[in-house]
C-alpha cells in the first residue's frame, strides 16, 4: 500500500512509512544514518528536527532541517542514530512567518478541533505523531510531544528503535510453526493410571478427575475454595506418544506451559524449578519425551517462572510440606534457610508475618531477582537454565519477563546463548508493544538484542481478532501490525509469538463467535455456540489461521483450537483435548490445520521473505511475501519456491470482493479499475496481464508468481 500526499489535507506531512520521508525504514542498527524529510505547507521562517533519544535516561537536541533544491516545500535532515542501543524519538517544529495563519488547532494536542490561531498568536507549531490515525502519518500540534517514562506522552513523539548491530535471532526459530500445550490437559500417556496420579503428591485439597470428558472445576474442595488443583492426568509421555500428531501439523516447534514440580495443575506456583512434576510422569517421563522430540526434529521451549515461586515449595515451605527449612520458616521461627534472602518478609499492623507476592496472591511469593543466590541458581554454570538446556530443551518462554529486571534478563540471555552455541529462544510474556514497554517507571530493555529473541505476539492476537469479528475495519488492522512491523527490529520480528489464542485468553472462536464474556464462571461454564455461530466461527478461524500462516513471525496454534476447542477465560480455555469425542465438523477442521500449517514448507517465503501489504479496506486484506528477483529473502538468504505469494481473505460473510491481479518487472500489483473507478497502482498496464480473482464471503486466496 502507498499513501500520496493528496491522502491528507495537513499543512504539515511526514509519513515514517514511506522511503520518501524516513530511509530506511522502521528499526535499525546502532550507528546507522537516517534520512528525514517533512513538506511544509505555509510560510516559515524555520524548521527543525526535535529529537530525544536514550533508554533509561534520554538527551535532547534540535537540528536545523534544509529546503531541498527544486522541491520548495520539502526539509530533509540526516540522522547518525545512537551508537548505543536504544529508542529515538523525533517530532518537527515549524517556525511560522509572521501574520500568517498556520492552520492549527487552538486546544493543545486536539486533532478535532477546528479554530486555527495566527502566527502572531504563536510563531511555533509542531508536528507530531498522530496516535488516532496510527497510520504512520502525524498532526499539528500546538505543544511538543511528551516521551518521559512517567508523563502521559501525549503528544507522541515518532520512534525509530535502535537495536545492537549483532542482534541476531537462531534461524531454525523464523518463522517456525509453534504449538503450545497445557501439560495437565492433552493427553493421557498410555501408563498413566488412577492411582499413580493420586499417589505422586500427597495434598489434601487436590482434585482428581477419573474421567477425562469431565468438566473442570471451579469450585475447590468446600474446606480451600478454589485453588485450580484439579487435575486431569495430562503426562509427558502422553505428549510424547502424540508426536506424529504433531508432524501431521507441521510443527517445528512446541511451547509447553510450566512442568516443574508444582501445587496446582497450571504450575505457576514453581515447587522445584530441577525437577519434573511427578503428575507429569517425572524424569523417566520427560527423558523419553525429550528424546523423542530431539528423534522427530521437533524443538520444544520450556515455561521459565522466574519472578515468583510457589509458597508450597522447597525455597519457601509455608505449608511445611518439605523436609529442609525454607523462607517461611526463617521468618517465622527463626529456623536457618539458605533460600530466606530470596524474599521480602514484613510485619502487617496487626504484627501478623506477611510477604511480598505477585499481585497479592498468597500462593505467590515475589523472589528478588536481584539477590545474587537467586541469580546464580537460576542462571549459574550449575543452573535451572543451563540445566534444562542441558536435558533437551531449546529454549524459554518467560513468564510476566516484563516484571523481571533488565540486569536480570541480560544474564539470563547469556546462560542461554552461551549453553546452545546461541541457538536457543528467549521468548518473554509481553502483552503491549515491547519496543516502548514502559514497567517500573523506565523503557525496557526488551527487543535490543541483549535480553530477548522475541516476544509473545498478544498485539498479533488483538488486531486479527478484532478484525475477524467484526469489531475494527480491515485497515485498522493493517495500521496496528504496520506500526509494530515498523518498531521492532526485523530479527525479532521475524520470530514474534504469533498466536490467537492461549491459556490466558479466552478462546479464538469464543471472542470471533460468541456471545460477549458474561464475568461470572458458572455463566460461562454453560455458554457455548449454536449451530449457525459455530459454522461461522469455524470459518473465521480458517481466515486467521491463513493470516497466521501467511504473515512475519512464528505462528502459534493453542492445543485445541485446530478442531475448534471452545471457551471463556481460565479454566475454561484450558479444557481436555476430546481424542476419542471428535465431532465430523471437528475432523474437516482439523484436516483443513493439516493443509494450512504445512504452507510453510510448501512455500519457504512465507517463513522469511519480505512483507508488503497490497489492500487493506472494509473486510479485506490483501498482502504479499516476497523475494528479491535473485530469489533471496529479507535477510539475504537463498530461498527456494515461487518468489511472491499474495494472500487474500474476506472476513465479510454476505458480501464478494473482487480485484485484478498482476505482475509487472518483478512486482506485483492490484487494481480495482473495472470495478469501482478506485486503481490501487500507478503503472500502466495492459489488460491482458491483470487476473481477475475472486474472495467469496469468509473465504480466502493464495496466489503464486514466480
Known sequence: MTMNRTDTPDQLFHYSRSPEYRFPFGAVAAGTSVELAIDVYLPCNEVRLCYSYGLYSFSYCETVMELIPGQPSRYKTRVRMPGEPGLFFYWFSVSASNGQSSGVPNAAGSDHASKTHTATESSRIYYVMSRHKADGTGRVSTVPSRIGAHEDRYPAAFQITVFRKDFKTPDWFKGAVMYQIFPDRFRRGESYSQERMQTARIAQERIYHEDWYEDVDIHGKPETGYLACDFFGGTLDGIAEKIPYLKELHIDCLYLNPIFEARSNHRYDTADYMSPDP???????????AAGMQESGIAFILDGVFSHTGADSRYFNKLGRYPEAGAYQNAESGISSKYSSWYSFFRDEAGRLSYNSWWGFSDLPNVNENDLTYRDYIVGDEGVIKSWLGRGANGFRLDVSDELPDSFLRELRIAVKESTNAEGVILGEVWEDASNKISYGSYRDFLLGNTHDSVMGYTFRDAVLGYISGASSAQDMNARLESYRENYPPE???CIMNLISSHDVPRAITVASGAPDPGDREKQRTLFLDEPAWKKGLALMRIALIIQMGYIGSPCIYY???????????????????????????KE????????????????????????????????????????PDGLDFFGNACVGPRHVVIAVNRSDSEPFRFLLGSEKNSIFISLETETGECLTEQSVTQNTLKTVHLSPLQYQILTFE
Not at 503428575?279 to 519425551?289: D, P, R, S, V, Y
Not at 485445541?560 to 471437528?586: C, H, K, V
Not at 512465507?606 to 501489504?613: E, Q
Open 279 to 289: 503428575m507429569l510422569g517425572g524424569k523417566e517421563a520427560f527423558e523419553t519425551f
Open 560 to 586: 485445541g483450537d485446530e478442531i475448534g476447542m471452545q471457551g471463556y477465560r481460565d479454566p475454561f480455555n484450558r479444557r481436555t483435548y476430546p481424542w476419542d469425542r471428535l465431532e465430523a465438523s471437528q
Open 492 to 494: 525479532a520480528y521475524y
Open 589 to 628: 477442521h482439523l484436516d483443513f490445520y493439516r493443509e494450512a500449517t504445512g504452507l510453510r514448507r510448501q512455500y519457504p517465503v512465507l517463513r522469511t521473505g519480505a512483507y508488503r501489504t497490497l489492500f487493506a479496506k472494509n473486510n479485506v486484506y490483501i498482502f504479499e511475501r516476497f523475494l528479491t
